[in-house]
């Protein structure tokens, strides 16, 4: 019987979950827990951590889970390279379901960095207006460069005071318009656009935004994760399990 272990927390998690479901296949949507309000889903849902590679593996066997698919978010590394990591060591077959990262087009003014350490480092220099677009989880990196007036757009608002001096937070969920995201860097004076390269649709409005309004985005690389199958959609990977689907999914 196949029992599948999703991996979630993204658009592509939610399409995946519907297509699973439609399917008629035992299924548990796994979420890390960092939203406060993750959305219902079609089958089973779980909420937290698995407490590294060996509680995962544990997991799997106490779960009868014989399908593990990785359709966390691009940054989400330690949860992808645990799971490569406990598939492996489980037998358990393992794939990702990976969004295509976002390519620099006529008129992008970015600057590639390694990681977020890179990207705090880059913005040393006179105070500037920064839309800082990278979630709550790193935040904290940049009170390094406490010189900068920055706007950040979370999921959940703050639960305590941010550790950036001057800080202006707005509160929305995804996907966003280029419209949208370009009158709301002209209301707060962005100067430059620090993101990560999550690529998909739902939040890319900030990149077209940035181009339309000529802004500098500090772009900041994906993770390296160990090598492992991957798709690019919904129905690549449900060919995977053996259940061609006709729903599609980005």
């Known amino acids: 019987m196949t029992r599948i272990l999703l991996l979630g927390g993204t658009t592509e998690a ?27 889903q079609p089958i089973h849902m779980r909420v937290g951590g698995f407490g590294g590679i060996s ?5 799997l066997a106490a779960e009868a889970i014989t399908h593990v698919i990785d359709a966390t978010h691009p940054f989400a590394a330690r949860m992808s390279r645990n799971a490569v990591a406990a598939c492996a060591a489980a037998g358990v077959p393992l794939i990702a379901l990976e969004r295509a990262p976002w390519q620099a087009s006529e008129g992008d003014r970015w600057t ?15 105070p500037r207006r920064v839309f800082l677009a990278i979630g709550r989880q790193h935040v ?28 202006d937070v707005v509160v929305a969920r995804g996907p966003f318009t280029v419209a949208a995201d370009t009158a709301l860097m002209q209301d707060h004076g962005i100067e430059i656009v620090v993101a ?11 990149i077209a935004a940035a181009r339309a309004l000529g802004l ?6 994906r993770p390296i994760i160990p090598m492992r199958a991957a798709a690019r959609s919904v129905a690549a990977v449900m060919a995977w399990l ?8 980005e």
Not at 17 to 35: E, H, K, N
Not at 140 to 167: E, K, M, N, S, W
Not at 196 to 206: I, Q
Not at 216 to 221: G, S
């Open 14 to 40: 939610n399409l995946m979950a519907q297509a699973i479901a439609a399917a008629g296949l035992s299924g548990v949507y796994s979420y890390a827990g960092r939203t406060e309000a993750p959305m219902g």
């Open 242 to 249: 053996g259940h061609p689907t006709t729903l599609r999914g």
């Open 55 to 59: 509680k995962l593996q544990d997991y």
């Open 112 to 126: 590639h960095l390694a990681d977020l350490g890179a990207a705090v480092a880059a913005l040393a220099g006179p």
């Open 196 to 206: 990560k390269n999550a690529g998909g649709k739902g939040a890319v409005a900030k």
């Open 140 to 167: 904290d990196a940049f009170a390094a460069q406490p010189q900068h007036h920055y706007l950040l757009r979370l999921v959940d608002a703050p639960t305590g005071p941010l550790p950036l001096p001057q800080a």
């Open 216 to 221: 500098p985005v500090l772009m900041i690389d």
